[in-house]
């Protein structure tokens, strides 16, 4: 009986646990607490501060000028199953076609991290992307170094797009420039080993693979590249 009773009672402590983690859309908390990042959301055409806070559950995000509660992005709980630190949180807007995307970066202790990325939009708010997340990435693994990339590589005859070049940074971070300017953004990913390309605007070189070699690097979806123009 004392053994039935303490366990109803963890279970009802639980409930009021989960119960207290939940977010009310019309929450209005006195002060931020335990802050994990300031952020800008666009939201129409207006740009909006807001901040980072989370549980185990989700990360919730707050108007920063009056701490009223704006949306919450949830884990993907089924996929991480140990404890975890957050080591970035990444808000990317897109004016053009009016979407944000959230992106966080966490630190396991068994020296991986995972990535984990959310759309929003005024219809869905956070809508979580498997395609485009995962996780216990080895942070020691070669396959996780982008280094090789980083600089300045321009389009060259067998491309589709001849008059575009593309800079990559050390971790993987890329901006895509035309005649007219920067036309496109995003990261490399891996899943499964293989290298690809996103982007945060959804264009045309998003979702290719990725391969360098004899100094030619070669993008599926566009074509090839070279560190200098031929």
Wanted: charged share 25%; aromatic share 16%; with cysteine.
């Amino acid at each position: 009986m004392k053994k039935l009773l303490y366990i109803l009672l963890t279970f009802l402590v639980g409930l009021m646990v989960l119960t207290g983690c939940r977010k009310k859309d019309d929450e209005i908390i006195d002060e931020p607490k335990d802050v994990d990042e300031y952020v800008t959301i666009l939201k129409g055409d207006e740009e909006v501060d807001l901040y980072v806070t989370h549980d185990e559950a989700a990360l919730y995000l707050y108007y920063e000028d009056s701490n009223e509660f704006f949306g919450q992005a949830d884990l993907p709980l089924d996929e991480l199953h140990d404890d975890y630190e957050i080591k970035e949180i990444l808000l990317t807007s897109n004016e053009a076609e009016n979407y944000s995307m959230l992106y966080l970066t966490l630190s396991h202790i068994d020296e991986t991290e995972s990535h984990i990325l959310w759309l929003w939009t005024e219809d869905n708010g956070f809508v979580y992307q498997p395609v485009y997340s995962y996780f216990y990435q080895s942070i020691i693994d070669d396959s996780l170094d982008f280094t090789m990339y980083e600089g300045t590589w321009y389009a060259n005859e067998s491309n589709l797009y001849p008059d575009q070049y593309i800079i990559f940074n050390d971790e993987g971070g890329w901006q895509l420039y035309s005649v007219d300017g920067m036309i496109d953004e995003g990261y490399l990913y891996i899943i499964d080993n293989i290298r690809y390309v996103y982007s945060f605007n959804d264009g045309a070189i998003t979702g290719g693979t990725i391969k360098l070699q004899d100094g030619i690097l070669f993008i599926s979806t566009t074509g090839y590249y070279v560190m200098a123009l031929e």
